[in-house]
C-alpha cells in the first residue's frame, strides 16, 4: 500500500480552508468544501484511499453524517461496494439501532438501519469520516456496526485534530486511519 507523500499531505492541507470562530469563538473549523471543489486534491485523495481500502476484501463503508456521506459514498462507489449511512437520531426511515454518546454538556444519538449489512454475515465495514476530533461519534458509530453483526475493520479520517485524543476512544473497538494529522 504506496504512502503518501509529504508533498502530497501539503498538497490536500493547503485545499482546506481554515475558518477561525467558527461555530464559536475559539474554534479553529477545518472547512473541507474547499478540498471538494479541487479537483487535483480530491481526486488525489479519493485514490489513495481506494488504493489503500482495495485489498482489505471489504462489503460495505459506512460513513458518518454528513460529510462522511460525500467520502464515504465515493469511495464505494470506486471499490464496487455498498454504502451504509449512520445518521443522527430519527433520520432513517425505517427500523433503527441507536447508540448514545457523550457530548461537553449532555448526549447526542447516532442510528444506522437494523438490516444496514443485508444477510451478509460478519459483514466487513470501513467507518469513514471527514475528520476526528474527540471521538465520541466516530466510537458510537463503530460499536453500532458491531451492534449490527457487522466487523468494522477499520475507521478512516480525512483529518486527524490529534491534541483532541479522539482516537484513544476507538482503540478497544477499531483500528483507524487518518490521513492527515493536525497535531
Not at 482546506?16 to 474547499?34: A, C, E, M, S, W
Not at 445518521?87 to 438501519?113: C, M, N, Q, W
Not at 471521538?135 to 477499520?154: M, N, Q, S, W, Y
Request: charged share 25%; proline share 3%; hydrophobic share 45%.
Amino acid at each position: 500500500m504506496k504512502r503518501l507523500t509529504n508533498e502530497q499531505k501539503s498538497l490536500l492541507m493547503e485545499a482546506i480552508r481554515d475558518v477561525p470562530d467558527f461555530p464559536k469563538p475559539g474554534i479553529l473549523f477545518k472547512d473541507i468544501t474547499t478540498l471538494l471543489n479541487n479537483a487535483e486534491a480530491y481526486s488525489l485523495l479519493m485514490d489513495h484511499l481506494a488504493a489503500r481500502y482495495g485489498e482489505y476484501t471489504l462489503d460495505y463503508i459506512a460513513g458518518i453524517e454528513s460529510r462522511g456521506f460525500i467520502f464515504g459514498a465515493a469511495l464505494a462507489a470506486k471499490l464496487g461496494i455498498g454504502f451504509v449511512p449512520v445518521r443522527k437520531k430519527g433520520k432513517l426511515p425505517s427500523a433503527t439501532i441507536a447508540e448514545k454518546y457523550a457530548l461537553e454538556y449532555g448526549f447526542d444519538e447516532v442510528e444506522i438501519h437494523i438490516d444496514a449489512f443485508g444477510e451478509k454475515e460478519n459483514a466487513r465495514v470501513l467507518l469513514i469520516d471527514d475528520l476526528i476530533a474527540t471521538g465520541g461519534t466516530a466510537a458510537a458509530a463503530a460499536k453500532l456496526i458491531r451492534d449490527a453483526g457487522a466487523e468494522c475493520v477499520e475507521a478512516c479520517f480525512v483529518i486527524d485534530l490529534a491534541f483532541l485524543g479522539g482516537t484513544k476512544k476507538l482503540a478497544d473497538i477499531a483500528p483507524h486511519y487518518s490521513v492527515l494529522e493536525v497535531g
